[in-house]
Structure formats: structure tokens, C-alpha cells
């Protein structure tokens, strides 16, 4: 796990910002804008953002991409990166006045699978950080259920549970976003 410092871009914040507990799940398919969005979102909102990053750099590509999306943030947010320890890192580090970003759940889910963790345990031990932050947090997810089921059972397995891991964020979630070319669809709230 590496954590960098927060930094407060704005140590003077408008007078009026909303700093109750708030959850939003943005989902897309692959290069859909989704991250995009995310960020563009958290940046927006004026607040110290911490980002939570899930994806493992086991290969070349990876880590291009890994170094990529680190390049595409602000340097003065904070980052942690994180395999499956995502209730507790959110548990420790959302405040009222803070904004936590979450990409993405996709990984955070392979992670618990390749870790042989109990998903059940792992999914419900997340909604239950969920519902005690103090902070906004956005959490940004690969929507890949809308495909050919898979022949594999392992593949079955965890686009089943994906899909359950949606169903339950989305239900906690005030807003949802689907991105469909870069275009944010409101799904649920504003």
C-alpha cells in the first residue's frame, strides 16, 4: 500500500460546499470516459481528494497504464493504492470535508478473488464502510455484464458477483452515472 500526504489545493473552500456523506457509482465500459468523469468530478467539488487506486501491475501494459492514469491526476491529491483492504482504507481516511476517489471496483473485486478472500464477506464489509464514511466518496466501476456470458467458470463467477457488487452500490448509491462515448447518462439522482 502507498500513501502520499494530503494536500489541501484549496485551504480557503467556497463558503456554501456540500459536505455531507455522499456516494456516486460511475460505470462504463472499457475507455468509456468513466475515470475521466470521475476525476473531472472530484476536481470540481473544490475538496481534498484522496484517490484510491485497486489496479496490481502484473505486466508491461499495466504498468503503462498505471503510470498514465497516475500522470492524468493533480499532483496535490492524494493516492493510496490499495489490494483488498478498501473498507478499512476508506474507513480511515473519509472526513466531512473531504472527497474520496475509487478507481476501480473491477479490480478491487479481482483482487478479493485472486487473494481467495470470501467475496460475500469482503462486498459486505464494504457497504458497511460505505455507510459509515463522513465524506463524498465516488467509486468508478467496469460495467461488463451487458456482454456474452462467459465460458469460463472462473469468468462466470466474477461477472456474477460484478454484477451483484453493482446492484448493491447502486441501491446504496444517491446518484449513478452510466458512461456510454464519453457521455455521462444519469441513471439514478441528478
Known sequence: MTKNQFKNPNPNPSPNPD???SLQLILGGARSGKSAYGERLAKDSELPVLYVATAQAFDDEMRARIKQHQADRPDHWGSIEVSCELPQILLE?????????????????????????DIHQSVSELLQALSQVPGRVIMVSNEITMGVVPMGKE?????DELGR?????????????????????AVKGA
Open 93 to 117: 481516511n473519509s472526513r466531512s470535508d473531504n472527497l474520496i476517489l475509487v478507481d476501480c471496483l473491477t479490480l478491487w473485486l479481482m483482487n478479493v478473488m485472486y487473494e481467495q478472500k
Open 165 to 185: 457488487l453493482h446492484q448493491r452500490i447502486a441501491q446504496a448509491a444517491q446518484q449513478v452515472t452510466l458512461m456510454v462515448a464519453g457521455i455521462p447518462m
Open 19 to 21: 459536505l455531507s456523506p
Open 155 to 159: 469468468s462466470r463467477l466474477y461477472v
